[in-house]
T-cell receptor
Framework: KQEVTQIPAALSVPEGENLVLNCSFT??????LQWFRQDPGKGLTSLLL?????REQTSGRLNASLDKSSGRSTLYIAASQPGDSATYLC??????????FGGGTRVLVKP | NAGVTQTPKFRILKIGQSMTLQCTQD?????MYWYRQDPGMGLKLIYY???????DKGEVPNGYNVSRSTTEDFPLRLELAAPSQTSVYFC?????????????FGPGTRLTVT
C-alpha cells in the first residue's frame, strides 16, 4: 500500500528565505507526483505536476524535483513572501488515476 | 467557467440523519472524485467515477454511497450519519488524459455530526 509522508508538519520562516518542503513515498511505481496549495477553509490548488519520467518542474518561484528511485520529491519556493503562507500537500498517482496524499506541511512566512 | 462547485458549504447533522453532498463540474471532465480530509491530515479517497454510470470504491467508502447519472454531477450520500464522518469533504474532477492530468478541486463542504 502506497504511503506518502511530509516532513516537517509545520514550518516558519522569515520573509525572503527560501522554503524547502519534503515529500516521500513508499512505492516508487508511480505515474506522477503533484504538489498542491491549500489555504485555510479553501479547496486545493494544483501548483506543479511532475511526470514519472521527469526530474523536475518549474513555475515562477516554484521548483519541484522528483527522485522516483529513492521515493522523494522536494518543493523549493524561492524568496518566500507572506502570501506563500498556506498548507502544501503532495500526492502521488500510483494506479487508476487515484491520488494518495501526504499529511501536508503548514507554512508560515513572517514579515 | 465555475470549475467544480459544491453545496452546501457547511452542515451540522445529528447522529443517524442522512444527507447528500452535491458536486457539479462544468469542464466536461469524465473523472470525478470524493475525498475527505480530517484535521491535520491529508485527503483520503472515498469514491470515484470514470464516467457517467460508472463508480468505484476508494480507500474509505464505508458509510457512503455515490451515483453518476450525468457527466456534470457526482453526489455523495451519507445514509446514517456518525460522529466519525465529521470531516471536510472535497469533490474533484480531471480530464480523461491518463496519467498526465491535474485534478481540480471544489471549495469543500464542512460537515459536523453530533
Amino acid at each position: 500500500k502506497q504511503e506518502v509522508t511530509q516532513i516537517p508538519a509545520a514550518l516558519s520562516v522569515p520573509e525572503g528565505e527560501n522554503l524547502v518542503l519534503n515529500c516521500s513515498f513508499t512505492d516508487s511505481a508511480i505515474y506522477n507526483l503533484q504538489w498542491f496549495r491549500q489555504d485555510p477553509g479553501k479547496g486545493l490548488t494544483s501548483l506543479l505536476l511532475i511526470q514519472s519520467s521527469q526530474r523536475e518542474q518549474t513555475s515562477g518561484r516554484l521548483n519541484a524535483s522528483l527522485d522516483k528511485s529513492s521515493g522523494r520529491s522536494t518543493l523549493y519556493i524561492a524568496a518566500s513572501q507572506p502570501g506563500d503562507s498556506a498548507t502544501y500537500l503532495c500526492a502521488v498517482e500510483a494506479a487508476g488515476n487515484k491520488l494518495t496524499f501526504g499529511g501536508g506541511t503548514r507554512v508560515l512566512v513572517k514579515p | 467557467n465555475a470549475g467544480v462547485t459544491q453545496t452546501p458549504k457547511f452542515r451540522i447533522l445529528k447522529i443517524g440523519q442522512s444527507m447528500t453532498l452535491q458536486c457539479t463540474q462544468d469542464m466536461n471532465h469524465n473523472y470525478m472524485y470524493w475525498y475527505r480530509q480530517d484535521p491535520g491530515m491529508g485527503l483520503k479517497l472515498i469514491y470515484y467515477s470514470v464516467g457517467a454510470g460508472i463508480t468505484d470504491k476508494g480507500e474509505v467508502p464505508n458509510g457512503y454511497n455515490v451515483s453518476r447519472s450525468t457527466t456534470e454531477d457526482f453526489p455523495l450520500r451519507l445514509e446514517l450519519a456518525a460522529p466519525s464522518q465529521t470531516s471536510v469533504y472535497f469533490c474533484a474532477s480531471s480530464s480523461t488524459a491518463q496519467h498526465s492530468y491535474e485534478q481540480y478541486f471544489g471549495p469543500g463542504t464542512r460537515l459536523t455530526v453530533t
